[in-house]
């Protein structure tokens, strides 16, 4: 099954990468027009680690191109889309206030399908020649939207579960299992509240498991009949709910929230959409030495994560510069250092310099990040239309 | 010299104030009926309203801002009169009065994440009583901070309101000369609470209505407190609301400008209905305010009263204490109840993210903080050079900002700000929360700038001053005192703001209490506490600059000193 749906992306994917070479002038034109320029990239800011990457990207940026990168902190992408669309409304079409967004998924097909982004500009940029859009297909295929050039892939990530190894010895080898151990263990699971990435994700996980035919999560949702489809989700979650923390009565807002909860010893279990993320955290000092990770046997979800650029954006060359930044080998293998944020990277590693390699090659892996071969497979997103349904359904089932 | 212009400035001023907040209610009054040309919607519809009205949560959430606003408001008001009624001009409670500015002085959002610290089941209580007489080595799975009731919501907001109405009671006791008349009842045999009830009271309680509905406003409508110790399965409508506005599914934003809308009648109810019990409870007492009964020593509001005060303080003092614990702790699990190690890593790590919020704040927060004065001191002055009082009409104006629910109109001044280019700048955020602190400084500086005794001017003026020279070297000389607290009050009004900042500042212009709030939402404790002790010491630092520079000024004055006749 997911490897016919991997067929499926793979022709789709390469049908959406249109085959030209960046242009050395018009790049060149482009890094002048870029010197000096100051660039809002607006990013989710929960993350500590996270954030300390983005300083590192600026400092970088200005010593190379003399661009000043300033991290707009956002507490939900969404707030970001809807400064652009407030910007749209009042008509303002240049100078808008954001220069970049680090987007994916539902807020990324909303901002296509409302003719909010610029480009297409990712096949310009030099870096781009360097990403896997063959061995990872959804760099150009966001939640099965085709990205057709409008935003630039930055980093995959990767479902994982945490779990502390002191208090949950063995950890559950399905979601089944999971949500059995979780009514077993009253008040000792929860998932962050959705509409939280996280959170929403967990669902789908849920979904996953309890679908007859997960091909049909590929085409929109419209096309089918949610409530019969989703039937099992609702059901195991109505199941377990008296058995949540806190009774589901109250949900952490978001993951490092989760993350908060496991190292106070409230809960036995966490998540994760970085399988590097608990290895960081133990370093830091804001989880447990005793912390694991883990993916259920039939794997989990994957997907990329891009930046775009606003059509109103006011300094669209520097943006430009900075996605390309983003996308070469040092940014990539600096940002894959379990050391820092561990997001793994979007090139295609076999394929670069030795040189290039090299930096990849050296990297450690944290003591609570699981190999490669342990985390597969990997399952695709569904059709962002789900994200949006999936989220309206819970909140109308569990926030009401 | 002539004045003329002075003449103007009041007229400005409502102009400043009310143009922007008409035009941002009309520019979330079109989108709540379907009109909002960016996304297509170009004729007027129902549809917004059917759509609030088949969400979610709608019905629970309102259910809980009615609970929490008028709760958290009536046990603020309560314990106020209780604490007035069991204390007036007894020395521990002057003592009790200072205590109140610096509650009063941090802003909402600090006190609300020191207080989850402090409450939630992995909180500071906790851990104090933990293992050892609790038994708890896990935290206990009970529900207090964003518990589905609110508690902790109506906690916080009780703690930050409970200051503000004690103060304004204290301001609105001196026009009255209760003191005299409080004895005159007592000589005359009656308790000292039923002199306070019976003879303060009905005196006092139009003269803090407005204040009083202004909590109400606030605690009803309010985001950023309720987003940290509020339930979140619905929150409540306010947070609600601005959920919506931020949903990426852009067809929501009709929705949300339904919902504004709906909050701001639920804001307009809920003042007329609190008018109408006042009437009810007015003339409801009308016979025990006369029956000459004369009431016994007041051991039972003393309890009350005084409790209710010890409960605030201490758990304001236990939120900033937790706060600054936090931005220093290493490593510290459940449940110890200190860190196992101290260290200024975080503090260290994030001097680079504070450097530029941390300006902003105080520059936004002196800027409109100055044009507030400038505006209102205009005002003043022009009101006694032409010899009259505003009437009550001007005052209300005064303070529409603060009885209309900022979510109401804030999306619409964004898209105003937007329209005219003004928005992400520093003209657009001071004007945003000039809106909030112009009202408080007024506040803070209309009493004692009306009681000053109009001879002093006269004699200046007498001995050939400008008039000009008679304001700033004789009246604004004398007035030194209020007016670094008015401008304290304002600066701290300033740091405050949440939601004009996030509508306002485009995301360029941070400042801590947003940083702050985006950074709770992570629920990394350490560098939450980090920012709200900065959030909560720059506005306790107006206070102490405010109560230091009189001092120092007239330290060769006797007759400045506080408490000196005159």
């Given at each position: 099954m997911v490897r016919i749906l991997s067929a499926v992306f793979l022709t789709l994917a390469l049908s959406a990468v249109p085959a030209k070479a960046a242009d050395q002038p018009a790049w060149d034109k482009l890094l002048a027009e870029a010197d000096g320029q100051t660039v809002y990239f607006n990013a989710w800011g929960g993350d500590e680690t996270i954030n300390g990457y983005i300083d590192w990207v600026g400092e970088q940026v200005q010593a190379r191109f003399g661009i000043t990168l300033q991290h707009v902190k956002l507490a939900d992408t969404a707030e970001a889309v809807a400064r652009v669309l407030a910007e749209k409304t009042a008509g303002r079409g240049e100078g808008g206030a954001i220069d970049l967004i680090w987007i994916n998924g539902e807020n990324f097909a909303s901002m296509k399908q409302q003719d909010l982004l610029f480009g297409p500009f990712v096949q310009d940029l030099p870096n781009f020649a360097h990403v896997d859009v063959q061995g990872k297909p959804t760099t150009v295929l966001d939640f099965t939207v085709p990205t057709d050039g409008l935003e630039a892939p930055w980093g995959m990530a990767q479902f994982v579960f945490l779990y502390d190894s002191g208090t949950v010895p063995e950890p559950p080898r399905s979601i089944e299992d999971l949500l059995a151990w979780a009514k077993a263990n009253p008040g000792r699971f929860t998932?962050?509240?959705?509409?939280?990435?996280?959170?929403?994700?967990?669902?789908?996980?849920?979904?996953?498991?309890?679908?007859?035919?997960?091909?049909?999560?590929?085409?929109?949702?419209?096309?089918?009949?949610?409530?019969?489809?989703?039937?099992?989700?609702?059901?195991?979650?109505?199941?377990?709910?008296?058995?949540?923390?806190?009774?589901?009565?109250?949900?952490?807002?978001?993951?490092?929230?989760?993350?908060?909860?496991?190292?106070?010893?409230?809960?036995?279990?966490?998540?994760?959409?970085?399988?590097?993320?608990?290895?960081?955290?133990?370093?830091?000092?804001?989880?447990?030495?005793?912390?694991?990770?883990?993916?259920?046997?039939?794997?989990?979800?994957?997907?990329?994560?891009?930046?775009?650029?606003?059509?109103?954006?006011?300094?669209?060359?520097?943006?430009?510069?900075?996605?390309?930044?983003?996308?070469?080998?040092?940014?990539?293998?600096?940002?894959?250092?379990?050391?820092?944020?561990?997001?793994?990277?979007?090139?295609?590693?076999?394929?670069?310099?030795?040189?290039?390699?090299?930096?990849?090659?050296?990297?450690?892996?944290?003591?609570?990040?699981?190999?490669?071969e342990e985390l597969t497979p990997v399952l695709p997103e569904p059709h962002p239309s789900w994200m949006t349904r999936i989220e309206e359904e819970w909140l109308r089932r569990f926030s009401s | 010299m002539r004045h003329g212009w002075l003449r103007f400035l009041p007229g400005l001023t409502l102009l400043l104030f009310l143009g922007p907040i008409a035009a941002g209610l009309i520019g979330t009054l079109l989108p709540a009926f379907g009109y909002l040309p960016a996304l297509g919607g170009t004729h007027l519809s129902l549809e917004p309203w059917r759509a609030l009205l088949a969400a979610p949560g709608l019905g629970k959430a309102i259910g809980l801002s009615l609970l929490t606003g008028i709760s958290s408001t009536a046990i603020a008001f309560v314990l106020t009169v209780l604490l007035f009624a069991s204390g007036h001009g007894t020395r521990a409670f002057n003592r009790a009065k200072r205590a109140m500015t610096p509650l009063l002085a941090v802003p909402h959002l600090a006190m609300a994440v020191g207080l989850a610290f402090l409450l939630s089941p992995s909180g500071w209580i906790v851990r104090l009583i933990s293992p050892w007489l609790s038994g708890w080595q896990t935290p206990p799975d009970v529900a207090l901070v964003q518990g589905p009731f609110g508690i902790a919501l109506i906690l916080g907001l009780v703690v930050k309101e409970m200051p503000f109405l004690l103060l304004m009671t204290f301001a609105a006791l001196g026009q009255i000369r209760a003191d005299d008349q409080i004895r005159m009842a007592r000589s005359l045999g009656h308790g000292p609470v039923q002199a306070w009830l019976k003879v303060a009271l009905p005196q006092v309680y139009p003269q803090i209505r407005l204040p009083i509905y202004a909590v109400l406003a606030f605690s009803l409508s309010v985001v950023d407190m309720a987003m940290v110790l509020g339930p979140t399965t619905p929150p409540t409508l306010a947070p609600l609301v601005l959920r919506w506005f931020n949903d990426p599914e852009l067809t929501m934003r009709l929705q949300a400008a339904a919902g504004a809308m709906l909050q701001l009648l639920i804001v307009l109810a809920a003042i007329a209905c609190w008018r109408a019990a006042e009437g009810v409870i007015g003339r409801l007492s009308r016979g025990w305010l006369i029956d000459g009964r004369?009431?016994?020593?007041?051991?039972?509001?003393?309890?009350?009263?005084?409790?209710?005060?010890?409960?605030?303080?201490?758990?304001?003092?236990?939120?900033?204490?937790?706060?600054?614990?936090?931005?220093?702790?290493?490593?510290?699990?459940?449940?110890?109840?200190?860190?196992?190690?101290?260290?200024?890593?975080?503090?260290?790590?994030?001097?680079?993210?504070?450097?530029?919020?941390?300006?902003?704040?105080?520059?936004?927060?002196?800027?409109?903080?100055?044009?507030?004065?400038?505006?209102?001191?205009?005002?003043?002055?022009?009101?006694?050079?032409?010899?009259?009082?505003?009437?009550?009409?001007?005052?209300?104006?005064?303070?529409?900002?603060?009885?209309?629910?900022?979510?109401?109109?804030?999306?619409?001044?964004?898209?105003?700000?937007?329209?005219?280019?003004?928005?992400?700048?520093?003209?657009?955020?001071?004007?945003?929360?000039?809106?909030?602190v112009l009202p408080y400084v007024f506040l803070a500086l209309a009493d004692p700038y009306r009681a000053l005794d109009p001879r002093y001017a006269r004699i200046a003026l007498l001995l050939g001053k400008r008039p000009l020279g008679v304001l700033l070297r004789v009246k604004l000389a004398m007035l030194l005192r209020p007016v670094l607290i008015a401008a304290a009050v304002g600066f701290a009004v300033s740091v405050a703001q949440f939601l004009p900042t996030q509508f306002v500042g485009a995301g360029r212009l941070t400042t801590l209490t947003t940083e702050a709030l985006s950074l709770a939402a992570g629920g990394n404790r350490r560098v939450v506490g980090v920012f709200a002790i900065l959030l909560a010491a720059l506005p306790l630092l107006g206070f102490a600059l405010a109560a230091a520079i009189p001092a120092w000024r007239f330290r060769h004055r006797r007759g400045m000193a506080i408490g000196a006749p005159g």
């Amino acid at each position: 099954m997911v490897r016919i749906l991997s067929a499926v992306f793979l022709t789709l994917a390469l049908s959406a990468v249109p085959a030209k070479a960046a242009d050395q002038p018009a790049w060149d034109k482009l890094l002048a027009e870029a010197d000096g320029q100051t660039v809002y990239f607006n990013a989710w800011g929960g993350d500590e680690t996270i954030n300390g990457y983005i300083d590192w990207v600026g400092e970088q940026v200005q010593a190379r191109f003399g661009i000043t990168l300033q991290h707009v902190k956002l507490a939900d992408t969404a707030e970001a889309v809807a400064r652009v669309l407030a910007e749209k409304t009042a008509g303002r079409g240049e100078g808008g206030a954001i220069d970049l967004i680090w987007i994916n998924g539902e807020n990324f097909a909303s901002m296509k399908q409302q003719d909010l982004l610029f480009g297409p500009f990712v096949q310009d940029l030099p870096n781009f020649a360097h990403v896997d859009v063959q061995g990872k297909p959804t760099t150009v295929l966001d939640f099965t939207v085709p990205t057709d050039g409008l935003e630039a892939p930055w980093g995959m990530a990767q479902f994982v579960f945490l779990y502390d190894s002191g208090t949950v010895p063995e950890p559950p080898r399905s979601i089944e299992d999971l949500l059995a151990w979780a009514k077993a263990n009253p008040g000792r699971f929860t998932h962050p509240s959705p509409p939280d990435f996280i959170g929403s994700t967990f669902l789908k996980h849920l979904m996953l498991t309890y679908i007859d035919d997960p091909a049909v999560l590929q085409r929109p949702v419209e096309e089918v009949d949610f409530m019969e489809v989703t039937k099992g989700l609702w059901q195991a979650l109505e199941d377990v709910r008296p058995s949540l923390w806190r009774k589901g009565e109250t949900y952490p807002a978001n993951g490092p929230g989760l993350h908060q909860l496991l190292d106070d010893g409230a809960v036995d279990f966490s998540m994760a959409f970085n399988p590097a993320e608990a290895s960081a955290a133990i370093g830091a000092g804001t989880l447990p030495e005793s912390v694991r990770t883990f993916i259920p046997e039939a794997g989990s979800i994957g997907n990329t994560h891009f930046v775009a650029i606003p059509f109103n954006a006011a300094h669209k060359a520097g943006a430009q510069v900075v996605a390309d930044f983003l996308m070469s080998p040092e940014a990539q293998a600096k940002k894959q250092d379990p050391e820092g944020w561990g997001d793994g990277t979007v090139l295609d590693v076999a394929g670069l310099d030795p040189e290039d390699r090299a930096l990849f090659d050296d990297l450690p892996r944290g003591i609570a990040t699981l190999s490669p071969e342990e985390l597969t497979p990997v399952l695709p997103e569904p059709h962002p239309s789900w994200m949006t349904r999936i989220e309206e359904e819970w909140l109308r089932r569990f926030s009401s | 010299m002539r004045h003329g212009w002075l003449r103007f400035l009041p007229g400005l001023t409502l102009l400043l104030f009310l143009g922007p907040i008409a035009a941002g209610l009309i520019g979330t009054l079109l989108p709540a009926f379907g009109y909002l040309p960016a996304l297509g919607g170009t004729h007027l519809s129902l549809e917004p309203w059917r759509a609030l009205l088949a969400a979610p949560g709608l019905g629970k959430a309102i259910g809980l801002s009615l609970l929490t606003g008028i709760s958290s408001t009536a046990i603020a008001f309560v314990l106020t009169v209780l604490l007035f009624a069991s204390g007036h001009g007894t020395r521990a409670f002057n003592r009790a009065k200072r205590a109140m500015t610096p509650l009063l002085a941090v802003p909402h959002l600090a006190m609300a994440v020191g207080l989850a610290f402090l409450l939630s089941p992995s909180g500071w209580i906790v851990r104090l009583i933990s293992p050892w007489l609790s038994g708890w080595q896990t935290p206990p799975d009970v529900a207090l901070v964003q518990g589905p009731f609110g508690i902790a919501l109506i906690l916080g907001l009780v703690v930050k309101e409970m200051p503000f109405l004690l103060l304004m009671t204290f301001a609105a006791l001196g026009q009255i000369r209760a003191d005299d008349q409080i004895r005159m009842a007592r000589s005359l045999g009656h308790g000292p609470v039923q002199a306070w009830l019976k003879v303060a009271l009905p005196q006092v309680y139009p003269q803090i209505r407005l204040p009083i509905y202004a909590v109400l406003a606030f605690s009803l409508s309010v985001v950023d407190m309720a987003m940290v110790l509020g339930p979140t399965t619905p929150p409540t409508l306010a947070p609600l609301v601005l959920r919506w506005f931020n949903d990426p599914e852009l067809t929501m934003r009709l929705q949300a400008a339904a919902g504004a809308m709906l909050q701001l009648l639920i804001v307009l109810a809920a003042i007329a209905c609190w008018r109408a019990a006042e009437g009810v409870i007015g003339r409801l007492s009308r016979g025990w305010l006369i029956d000459g009964r004369r009431g016994g020593d007041g051991r039972i509001a003393r309890l009350f009263g005084w409790s209710g005060l010890a409960v605030v303080v201490s758990l304001a003092g236990g939120s900033l204490a937790g706060l600054a614990i936090w931005s220093i702790a290493g490593r510290w699990r459940f449940p110890s109840a200190l860190p196992d190690r101290f260290s200024v890593k975080t503090w260290m790590a994030q001097a680079g993210h504070l450097a530029d919020p941390a300006w902003t704040t105080l520059a936004v927060g002196v800027a409109a903080t100055a044009l507030a004065l400038l505006l209102v001191i205009g005002c003043l002055e022009n009101e006694s050079r032409q010899g009259r009082m505003p009437g009550l009409g001007a005052l209300t104006l005064i303070y529409v900002p603060l009885l209309i629910p900022q979510i109401g109109f804030l999306f619409g001044v964004q898209v105003v700000l937007v329209w005219a280019g003004l928005d992400g700048g520093w003209i657009g955020l001071v004007w945003s929360h000039l809106l909030f602190v112009l009202p408080y400084v007024f506040l803070a500086l209309a009493d004692p700038y009306r009681a000053l005794d109009p001879r002093y001017a006269r004699i200046a003026l007498l001995l050939g001053k400008r008039p000009l020279g008679v304001l700033l070297r004789v009246k604004l000389a004398m007035l030194l005192r209020p007016v670094l607290i008015a401008a304290a009050v304002g600066f701290a009004v300033s740091v405050a703001q949440f939601l004009p900042t996030q509508f306002v500042g485009a995301g360029r212009l941070t400042t801590l209490t947003t940083e702050a709030l985006s950074l709770a939402a992570g629920g990394n404790r350490r560098v939450v506490g980090v920012f709200a002790i900065l959030l909560a010491a720059l506005p306790l630092l107006g206070f102490a600059l405010a109560a230091a520079i009189p001092a120092w000024r007239f330290r060769h004055r006797r007759g400045m000193a506080i408490g000196a006749p005159g």
